[in-house]
């Protein structure tokens, strides 16, 4: 941002000595987002704005969500700290914090996105049970079976076996 900036005073003004500030004026602020535009406080340079966060990729028309706001929402839904108590750790921190009604709006759209999150993992988790299952109850059967044929040659091999000795009692006379 301030390379442009420079590069844009340059061509506009060569010989200005000015220093650049934030134009507060302008300053906007979405959530935890910022856009801000840059001035000369020596002549009547203004920058365009720029923003100050980057921005997540999205095919719908309008403007695009900031990562940090979705960021700042998925790290909230997996603490136990409220939107209340996030803004006073921001006060306490002297951090500008995000207004109720913009923590609450993201976090409605971000709560559907994880509710359908949560929604793809069970399904993976239900398949996986499946797949063990369907696994264990092979093996399972593998393992009867072999048992089974074990349980019959042992059988086979004690029929040709006398089962107690037969010899006659040696008898003493
Ligand atoms: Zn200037």
Redesign the pocket.
């Known amino acids: 941002m301030w390379n442009e900036v420079f590069r844009e005073?340059q061509n506009v003004?060569q010989h200005?000595n000015?220093l650049f500030e934030w134009d507060l004026s302008m300053e906007e602020k979405w959530g935890s987002a910022w856009r801000e535009c840059a001035k000369?406080?020596?002549?009547i340079?203004r920058s365009k704005m720029f923003n100050l966060y980057e921005e997540v990729a999205s095919i719908k028309r309008g403007r695009r969500a900031a990562k940090i706001n979705l960021g700042l929402q998925v790290g909230l839904q997996h603490t136990p700290i409220s939107t209340a108590s996030y803004r006073k750790i921001c006060m306490a921190s002297n951090i500008p914090p995000p207004s109720v009604s913009s923590l609450q709006h993201t976090s409605n759209a971000i709560s559907e996105k994880i509710e359908e999150e949560n929604m793809r993992d069970l399904q993976r988790q239900r398949e996986k049970i499946k797949r063990i299952k369907s696994y264990a109850g092979k093996i399972l059967m593998l393992l009867t079976f072999k048992l089974t044929v074990y349980t019959i040659i042992i059988f086979i091999l004690a029929l040709g076996r006398p089962l107690f000795n037969q010899q006659p009692s040696v008898l003493i006379l």
Do not use: D, V
Not at 40 to 43: E, G, L, P, T, V
């Open positions: 005073l003004s200005c000015g000369c406080n020596q002549s340079y």
